[in-house]
Structures are given as C-alpha cells and as structure tokens.
DNA sequence: TTATAAAAATAGACCGGTCTGTCTATTTTT
DNA sequence: AAAAATAGACAGACCGGTCTATTTTTATAA
C-alpha cells in the first residue's frame, strides 16, 4: 500500500474509534510508520484535509460493500438486513470500539468544523444514493425517503449498541425492516 | 449560581456542542470565570470526574423536561412528540449547534474511556425508565422496548439533523409515533 | 546505456501554543 | 483558629504546523 493510502487508512480506524479531535497527528504518523513531512506533504491542507480524505475513503468502502451484499440477496429485505449484518459483525469483531464510521465526525464538527461537516454529508449522501437505487432495482418504489429513514434508524441503533455494547438495537432493526418497507411506499 | 454548577454548567453546554476531547480545561475555567484551583477542588478527579457530573446534570434536566411535556399532554403520541419538538427548538435556536446532550461522548469514549461510557449509559437509563413510566401513566402497555424504540430513533435523527442541519428528520419521526405505539404493543 | 537534471518523497528538528494536572499561597467563610 | 474556596504560577507532555535537508525516483539528453 502506498504511503499516502497508509495515512488514510490509519486515520480513517482511529477517527471511527474515538472521533477526529482525539486523534493527533503524531498519533497517525507514528501508526503509519512514516515522517510528518510526507503528512503534509500528500496532505497540505493539514490534519482536515487528510480526515475528509478518511471520510471519503469510507465513502468507497461502504458504499462498495453495501452493493455487494444488496446484489448477493434476492429481496430488498434480505439486502438492508445484510447490512445491518455487516455492522453487527463490525462491532463485536471490534468489541464496539468501531461503530458508525462517519457519526462521531458528524457530531464533533456540526457546530464547529463546517468543511468536514460538509464531508460527511458527501458520504451520507452517497450511502443513501446507494441503498435508493437498490431498492429501486429490487423492484420496490423506494424513493430517497425510504433509504433516508433506513439510515436514519441504523445510526440510532449504532449510537445504542455502542453505549450498551449490545447488538440488540440492530437486532430490533433488522425486525422492523420488513415493516418500514412496506410502510414506505404506502404513503405518498 | 455556585461555582462548582457554574462548572457543570459550561462543560455541559462546550461538550454538547463539540464534545469531550476537544473542550480543555482551561476553556472551561476561563468560561466559568474560575481558577483552575476551583476546578480542581471541587472535581479532584480532574477532567473525567467533571464530565460525568455534566452528564449526571443533563440527567435531570432532560428528565425533568421529559416529565413536564408528558404531563402536559392528553395522549401519549402528544407527550412523544413534544419531546421531539423540545429537540428541534434546541438545534434550531442554537443553529444546530447542541443536539443530544450526550450522542458526542457517547461515541467518543466508547472504545476508550469506559467509566464516562458508564456515565451516558446512566442518563439514557434514566430517560429510558422515565419515559416508559409515562407510557405506563398513559395507559398503554408500554414497556422498557417502547421507550428504548422511541430514544433510538430519536437518536439517530438527531445526528442526522445535525449533519443535514435540518430538522426533517424530527419532523418524520414525529409522523412515525403513532405507528410506533401501535406496533409496538401488538407485538409480543 | 549512461549521465544528469528535475521532481517526488522521506526525514525529523524545531516553533509557539495548548493540554491536563500539581503545587503553594492567599482570601473568604465558618 | 480551622476549613473551604479562590488564585494562578509552574511543569512536562503533546498539539498542529513549518522548515530545511536528504534520499529516492523519474524524466530527459548524450
């Protein structure tokens, strides 16, 4: 991997673990065993540019792997339920350090950091683009609104299961799937 | 206002806003207009110890807030959505700039600092348990799942009003209340 | 193919500032 | 007089960021 990738990478797991402000500059460079010289050389704009490269990097992954597991199932249901799925897995594996990759971000900079708000409103925006044309591929009328609300529950049940390290939140989202489906596209 | 509320206070409202690793101590001292001896005497366990205080006071205030609206409603789905509608004159009065009171820290210390995770995981408790009490005052079925369904989402609209800085989120929670009581005690 | 110039990347010392926290006084209240 | 609270200097570590070299790679020309 590059070292530039490498920067990203690293910055991206520990923004996710505990946000963008507890996460120095020294910290990344020391993890991506690199000088602070290629930091800002491949990142000039300093410590926001190199979390909105993070933040975009997410964008790409997520949204990847979001179409992979909406073209692996046969329903709209099986699709949004492997994706819960995907975030279940997420953080047991981690031992709920890792949650939502963009949350933390969001609510650290809504009030303060306008540019890297404007990051993660870019991800979200791509998530939901993503989910609102499988549904539409599956057949369903999903509009923006169903993917919308679907993104909206799951980031409550993340912010849940990681105060109550518990996957039940997910659990009880992955139940309301099938309703919030067909709740949707029955009103106008 | 004593000085060691005076404290809580403005961490409070600096940890709400940006969260925990990006409000220091000395920001905190100098907004209180205290000196940092103060600080120290009064919260001998330093910053974490302060932390936990502000959560404990945004506690009470949202339970108390949560208690007033639920009492002064007829229905239940009128008490749910007054607290919505507390939320969105908060971010809209203050720009989006407070939303859940402990979403930030929540996210920020789950996979580091473990007793302040505690600390949050009290307050939703609290609301939690308050909320189903009015449920049950109501007369509905309404158990610990309702209640814990209802801050859930409420949560998850809540960070994404704050990224969106528009309170459609809220609004669309609200139309869903109705729905959510009723499903919730036809299941078992 | 080799020599060389230009560009890219790596390396880390260094800067002023801020961080949390400690410590000793001094003032105020009991 | 004793206790509580206020006051702020100070310490050691770390912050983001700048700056100058040095090394490595790439491009070009003989």
Redesign the interface.
Known sequence: MSSRDRLIQVTARLIR???M??TGINEIITAAGLPKGSMYHYFPGGKEELVKAALHSYKDWLGQSFKARMKGSTTAEQGLCGIVDFFIHDLTS??????CPV??V???S???APGV?EG??EV?DHWIASLCAYLQYKGLAGNL?TA??F???????L??A???QSTE?LE?LKLKIT?LLQ?EHTTP
């Open positions: 673990e505990k946000g402000a507890a981690s031992h709920y350090v890792a949650g949350a933390t969001a609510l650290e809504a009030g303060t708000t993660v409103r979200m609104t919308t609300d993104i909206t529950q799951l980031e409550g049940a912010v849940m990681r105060i109550y939140p009880r309703e709740n």
